[in-house]
């Protein structure tokens, strides 16, 4: 017997509430997405300084002061490299699992050397003299699989297939918009094409151009960890990913965490907006994000 379950959300979550979604930025280099409803203000990750997160977001309007939380999906730099400087500073609640949590409390650990600088923006008291031991944050500890609500959004976790110690996507839930986050996994499960199924907004990795990174003077061992299976997506596996993803409520599609060196904007872009066509997405709006700028503002109501 093949049974089917689905998940009950409260009238709220279906309702119409205004919706603003900004990429900030992504890249192999940082990542960092910005989400707002009326009473909700969350970054998802925190991959670049903190100086750059404020920036960021002053170039939209917004400030970290204001924020709501910051969701984690896993511990590499590119996600949580302004973590603790802004969280702490901001008082800014952490979401994340416990894997999760100790990777990052080791990261911070293991990587201090006292003459590096100030480690993920953090800096003593009255001092610019980095610290050597993480300040404390407002930790909001989840198990991966669990949905749980935060300020009037519903916000389902899911694991992906990265080596990271325990990585998640997100489905987000506001309003009647379904926001799927996936920027890094080595394959797509079928556990993440049916939670990623329902969005509205997917951002979705497409990592690298396979023969950009074979030819590339990355080592053999490094080339086969992003080929792998808890790697990285290339554009045609995002393709793939894509085509089983896709419903019709799926209105906006983002291209996320592109390589500097391994792909180029045109190419993911390219390979993805043929295989919407080849399966008649016509649709869907594909957008590239960037690196070095902050996208445009989706504005949704």
Not at 36 to 46: C, F, K, N, W
Not at 106 to 133: E, Y
Not at 137 to 145: H, I, N, V
Not at 221 to 228: A, E, P
Request: some cysteine; aromatic content about 8%; glycine content about 8%.
């Amino acid at each position: 017997f093949n049974f089917s379950f689905s998940i009950f959300h409260p009238p709220f979550y279906r309702a119409r509430v205004s919706v603003k979604f900004t990429i900030l930025g992504s890249g192999s280099s940082g990542n960092c997405a910005y989400l707002e409803t009326d009473s909700a203000r969350v970054l998802i990750d925190a991959g670049f300084s903190p100086r750059q997160i404020r920036q960021r977001l002053a170039s939209i309007g917004r400030a970290p002061e204001n924020l709501s939380a910051i969701l984690i999906t896993h511990e590499h730099a590119d996600h949580i490299s302004g973590l603790f400087g802004l969280a702490h500073r901001c008082g800014i609640p952490v979401y994340c699992n416990r894997g999760t949590q100790d990777a990052i409390l080791w990261s911070f650990k293991g990587r201090w050397n006292g003459k590096s600088g100030p480690l993920f923006g953090c800096v003593k008291n009255n001092s610019t003299a980095p610290s050597d031991s993480p300040p404390k944050l407002d930790w909001r500890l989840f198990a991966t699989g669990d949905h749980f609500e935060l300020n009037g959004l519903a916000v389902e976790t899911f694991a992906v297939p990265h080596d990271a110690q325990d990585p998640v996507g997100f489905l987000i839930r506001a309003g009647a918009w379904n926001f799927g986050i996936a920027t890094d996994l080595g394959h797509v499960t079928k556990l993440a094409v049916e939670r990623l199924r329902p969005a509205h907004v997917l951002v979705l990795e497409s990592n690298h151009d396979v023969k950009l990174l074979q030819d590339s003077r990355r080592s053999w061992s490094l080339k086969q960890r992003i080929l792998g299976r808890h790697g990285h997506l290339s554009n045609a596996a995002a393709a793939d990913a894509a085509e089983q993803i896709i419903s019709q409520n799926l209105q906006h599609l983002y291209l996320a965490h592109l390589s500097r060196e391994c792909n180029r904007p045109e190419l993911a872009h390219g390979v993805m907006a043929g295989r919407l066509r080849q399966i008649g997405a016509t649709h869907v709006q594909l957008q590239t994000a960037r690196q070095d700028r902050p996208g445009l503002t989706l504005d949704l109501a």
